[in-house]
T-cell receptor, first 113, second 112 residues
Framework: SQTIHQWPATLVQPVGSPLSLECTVE??????LYWYRQAAGRGLQLLFY??????ISSEVPQNLSASRPQDRQFILSSKKLLLSDSGFYLC????????????FGEGSRLTVL | GNSVTQMEGPVTLSEEAFLTINCTYT??????LFWYVQYPGEGLQLLLK?????DKGSNKGFEATYRKETTSFHLEKGSVQVSDSAVYFC???????????FGSGTRLQVQP
């Protein structure tokens, strides 16, 4: 069966510090991968998605970036965090070419102070 | 473009009450529709889905019917339990779209 795992689960970082959140998927090949952000009391905003190694699509301009160095690994990064980057970050995967559902990780809560 | 609108929360109900959470959408083509549930501190879990008009998705006593004529996918449950307390998200995936578009979420609080 397929599993998705992201870490760290909780992160407290000062403004201006770097960020790295990692997500891995097991049990499937060539998945579509996604990063969403959920700000406090708000819905989910799509940040990035990837259909293959090295292929990243950005949905909104921001100081975040994403990379996909391996087929089942998706990394969310920032060189300098802003207060507004605080939120709950969710990684998800879906079957390539499918129109079905996405499967979400446990989430990473980021607090920028 | 794609969008999803769902009712504002929180929705507060007593145990065994009837639940309706409204969801309407706009999308290109013939979208697939989804309801996800998020328990405190956790990621999202798929609750149910429907992929074509008049399909009814159901799971754990929850139901939603894909209504193309009204572009709606309302979530219902006949008798809620305290354990149903969570945030519920409606989502769609338009034809040719690689990602889901989510509504803002509706918090449900069920009191004993």
């Amino acid at each position: 069966s397929q599993t998705i795992h992201q870490w760290p689960a909780t992160l407290v970082q000062p403004v201006g510090s770097p960020l790295s959140l990692e997500c891995t998927v097991e049990g499937t090949s060539n998945p579509n991968l996604y990063w969403y952000r959920q700000a406090a009391g708000r819905g989910l905003q799509l940040l990035f998605y990837s259909v293959g190694i090295g292929q990243i699509s950005s949905e909104v301009p921001q100081n975040l970036s994403a990379s996909r160095p391996q087929d089942r690994q998706f990394i969310l990064s920032s060189k300098k965090l802003l207060l507004s980057d605080s939120g709950f970050y969710l990684c998800a995967w879906g079957l390539a070419g499918d129109t079905g559902e996405l499967f979400f990780g446990e989430g990473s809560r980021l607090t920028v102070l | 473009g794609n969008s999803v609108t769902q009712m504002e929360g929180p929705v507060t109900l007593s145990e065994e009450a009837f639940l309706t959470i409204n969801c309407t959408y706009t999308a290109t083509g013939y979208p697939s529709l989804f309801w996800y549930v998020q328990y405190p501190g956790e990621g999202l879990q798929l609750l149910l889905k429907a992929t074509k008009a008049d399909d009814k998705g159901s799971n754990k006593g929850f139901e939603a019917t894909y209504r193309k004529e009204t572009t709606s996918f309302h979530l219902e449950k006949g008798s809620v339990q305290v354990s149903d307390s969570a945030v519920y998200f409606c989502a769609n995936r338009g034809t040719g779209r690689r990602a889901l578009t989510f509504g803002s979420g509706t918090r449900l609080q069920v009191q004993p």
